[in-house]
């Protein structure tokens, strides 16, 4: 089912879903089942898997000089989609990037995921690979992630690159995008962010996930500001309960949120993680309690392979 189905079939009820990462390359399907065993029993709607692109490691050779290699250090993103669904019945969410993929890349990609049976894919530019500072396109390649987005919409529309192909197939995918609360760290303004937002959704988006906040407020006001400028699909907020207390400066720097002054000096008093932990469940529970009263329409969580925190936090919620 669609994503946006889900949210029409739910009548007005919050919905619970959850993103994961594929594991490091190395290890086998069970680790992801590991973790997602534990949450079944909330009924996830959807579970995202996020898309990790090359990075560039440098191995010192013999004669002392440096060779660059090209690796995916979590590789997999389709094939764990496609074991969701067939395992628990799940809609899988893959997230697709213009980062690293030519539009013919792109395409054969989703051809894939259709072909798989994959209804939703969440349309997303990436970041810069981690040695580089700015983002770049590959030649031939989506720029951001509307061009992203307008690719996937064509094919829905049996447009494809390839443009002599006749009678063809029209896929069928419900395409989500991102929403930054906080405003994206490229954008010059929130205001100029969300006009940007507003072009995903021109071109056929048809739900925001959102970056993770900590204060409800600034998801508030941007559900606010999107609507006034003609945004009204569903936004879907993006909660990760904070576990560690190097996290305190480590979330602000990697996803340029703001921590709210009560959340920093509970978890300034904490003598260790495991009581970090309970500080972050507690503040997510509170965010969520506040999210459903406020009717939205799904409480996405950013489980970031660690699963417990978020089974405690549904079992309080769900
Ligand atoms: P865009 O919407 O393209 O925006 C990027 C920047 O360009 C913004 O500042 C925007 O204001 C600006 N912009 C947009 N369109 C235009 C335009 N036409 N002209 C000029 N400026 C424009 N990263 C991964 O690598 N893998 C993942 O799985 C992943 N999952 C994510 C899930 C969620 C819910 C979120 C919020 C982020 C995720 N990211 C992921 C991170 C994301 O790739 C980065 O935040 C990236 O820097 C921006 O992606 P975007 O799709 O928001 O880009």
Not at 15 to 33: D, T, V
Not at 34 to 41: K, Q, R, T, Y
């Amino acid at each position: 089912m669609k994503i946006t189905e889900h949210i029409e079939a739910s009548k007005g009820k919050s919905l619970f879903s959850f993103e994961i990462l594929p594991p490091l390359k190395g290890q086998n399907i069970q680790s992801i089942y590991d973790g997602i065993d534990p949450l079944m029993e909330f009924d996830p709607q959807f579970i995202d898997v996020t898309y990790h692109r090359e990075e560039y490691v440098y191995i010192e050779q013999e004669n002392g000089l440096l060779e660059k290699r090209v690796v995916r250090k979590r590789p997999g993103t389709v094939g764990i989609c496609a074991a969701i669904q067939n395992k628990y019945k799940v809609d899988a969410v893959p997230h697709i990037l213009c980062g690293g993929f030519t539009k013919e890349d792109t395409e054969n990609f989703l051809i894939d995921l259709d072909f798989l049976g994959i209804k939703n894919v969440l349309a997303l530019r990436g970041d810069a690979v981690k040695s580089e500072t700015y983002f770049k396109p590959e030649p031939n390649g989506n720029c951001f992630a509307n061009d992203l987005v307008k690719q996937t919409t064509n094919m829905n529309k049996g447009i494809y690159l390839d443009t002599i192909l006749e009678n063809s197939h029209k896929t069928d995918f419900c395409v989500g995008v991102a929403g930054y609360p906080e405003k994206h760290m490229e954008a010059p303004s929130l205001e100029k962010d969300i006009e940007n937002l507003k072009a995903k959704v021109a071109a056929g988006a048809e739900y925001v996930v959102t970056q993770m906040f900590f204060n409800n407020t600034k998801f508030f006001e941007f559900v606010e500001k999107c609507r006034e400028q003609g945004i009204t699909v569903p936004i879907i907020p993006g909660l990760k309960p904070i576990a560690t207390k190097s996290q305190l400066s480590v979330l602000p720097h990697r996803f340029h949120v703001d921590m709210p002054k009560e959340l920093i000096s509970e978890v300034e008093k904490c003598k260790d993680n495991s009581e970090v932990r309970q500080v972050g469940v507690e503040w997510c529970i509170d965010q969520s309690k506040e999210l459903i009263a406020a009717g939205v329409p799904v409480l996405h969580y950013y489980s970031m392979g660690k699963s417990s925190n978020i089974q405690k936090i549904a079992s309080a919620i769900f």
